[in-house]
């Protein structure tokens, strides 16, 4: 159980910077502290993704992605982070038996069924979705996520830049996702793609970056936390979830999710995600609503977790 304290705002659902509300070791109270903009403020600071031969560029906790940050600089444009959102077009929400109670989230290294910091049946709220559609899938974006479509999918990231702790000159993002073709999946069964897919997600998101880096220090160890049947854009599938240690840093938590693909018989599809395992990161419930809140570009439905 969390101690008491001010924690990000569970309720908080857009129209305005986030602020934080206490809790006080059982419950969330009616206190809440809103920040106040700084004086001359033309626009908030924002985290823009482009693309770069096809996905993003920079090591961000499972998304390579090219990050620009930009301020009041002069009226210069700031590009959607958000690809094809569409607010009009909300993620149906899993059932209630897949929500938990709610307690501010110390770290990722939670239980998949863990509610986070979440009020009791309340979804976290979509701000848009992005095409992947190289795959035919709508993704949806939570608050705080950005995301855009690229060549081989979706990529996702969270939160705000820093300097990589294995690789400074590199820069790092507290958790993403990406969605992308599983290219030889042989006579595999959805478990044991599962478990062949999670290492390269590890080794890609805290392992080694394209440029031979180590931008944590490279992968000291893991162990498997959570595994099981998970229902992703109305198709039967299988994740694996990973505790990582990493030589620099403060670790990681990463999924593999795999599933058939929705639009082409015998092809199958990876969800993969990269959290840092510290108090910045996403709660490592954002991988469960993402998941079950994916839907086929054609308009057919999501899934729920088993």
Known sequence: MATPGWYPDPWHEGGGPAGYRWW?????????????PPSGSKRRRGLVVGLMAG????????????VVLTGDDGGQQVPSAHGSASPDRPTPSPPASHRAQPTPSGS??????????????????VTGHVDDT???LRVPLLRGWRGTTTKTGAGLGYGT??????APADSCLPGGAFTRVIAHPGDLTLKELAQAEIGEVARSTYGTNTSGRKDYGGITGHRQTAAGAVTVAGRQGYFIRWKVSTGKGPGAVVEAVVFPSPRVQGRYLLLGFGFDDNRRSPSVTDMQWIADGIGRLDGGGSGTSA
Do not use: H, K, M
């Open 161 to 166: 830049v820093y300097p990589c702790p294995g």
């Open 134 to 136: 190289a795959n035919g």
């Open 24 to 36: 006080d070791g059982t419950n969330w109270t009616e206190q809440v502290q809103v920040p106040q």
């Open 55 to 66: 996905a993003l560029v920079l090591v961000a906790g499972g998304v390579t992605a090219a």
């Open 108 to 125: 990722a290294s939670e239980d998949r069924s863990s509610g986070g910091s979440r009020p009791p049946g309340q979804r976290p709220a």
